[in-house]
């Protein structure tokens, strides 16, 4: 199958698994401001993707044509440290009843979503596609990133064995509007917005950032990442997955600076060194969607200023 094959038609039935996260409510918002008329969304409530037998269920009663697969347990460097359990056991679990029920139930195409911490710690920057499976991961997140390693795996022995048109597309780290805002538990750019918020707040002289400030990140808004999520099932419906990140990377000292500013905290920062920094750097090499022709719109800055002015009104004025 070659790209620039695929035409995803408005009425289709697709089936976004995850439509409250981060990622999920992304790509529902971009799919409805495109015109898709028949999507088909279930709370964690309605249908619990870790059940095999309600997935199957699911699959045969509802018939989706497309899928995109955004549900999975996520967190930042904490959660993930502190319970591998879970991001392994949880992950495989959803992702492999999803992709297993749509293929047996006729699905014409999934999209699965991975994360840029499924390449090795030390990947050449940036990091190719081909870069997948050629050394050690981040101890800090390997349980997670070998349950993502199994999904693309997953998508393209399905594809090879049975001609089925599974893609898989890698983001770099994301966030926007729906993030987990958590204090501990949640991705460094929301906690931080939530600390400087507080202490601004609270008039408190400083803010604790962990880890020396020296990582690199790069940092994709949500709803650059969803327009490229519509795009590859769109266009794109190759073998081998296909990173979507910013080309923009910051270190952790620049992205609390920029979130200290865009928050508006007046104090300094403190580092925590006894956190771990994790992987030192994971910049995506997002050559292969540009050369599809996608590129991403909302720079870092924007991206900042528009996902606080959404905390105040969605997290902050719903708590008062
Ligand atoms: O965003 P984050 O948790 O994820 O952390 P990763 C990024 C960097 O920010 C690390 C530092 O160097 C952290 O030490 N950091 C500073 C903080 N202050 C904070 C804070 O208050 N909270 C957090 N969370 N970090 C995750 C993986 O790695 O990235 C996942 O664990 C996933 O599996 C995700 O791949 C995209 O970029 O280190």
Known sequence: MKSGSFMLEKSAKIFVAGHRGLVGSAIVRKLQDQGFTNLVL???????LTSQSDVESFFATEKPVYVILAAAKVGGIHAN???????????????????????????????????????PKFAPQPIPESALLTGPLEPTNEWYAIAKIAG????????????????????????????NFHPENSHVLPALMRRFHEAKANNADEVVVWGSGSPLREFLHVDDLADACVFLMDQYSGFEHVNVGSGVEVTIKELAELVKEVVGFKGKLVWDTTKPDGTPRKLMDSSKLASLGWTPKISLKDGLSQT???????????KQ
């Open 152 to 179: 693309i795996k997953m998508c393209q022995a399905y594809r090879l064995q049975h001609q089925w048109d599974a893609i898989s597309g890698m983001p770099t780290n994301l966030y926007g509007q729906n993030d």
């Open 308 to 318: 606080y002015e959404w905390y105040l009104e969605n997290v902050v004025q719903k």
């Open 81 to 119: 440290n502190t319970y591998p359990a879970d991001f392994i056991g949880v992950n495989l679990q959803i992702q492999t009843n999803v992709i297993h029920s749509a293929y047996t139930h006729g699905v014409k195409k999934l999209l699965f979503l991975g994360s840029s911490c499924i390449y």
């Open 42 to 48: 279930r709370t964690h409530s309605e249908l619990d």
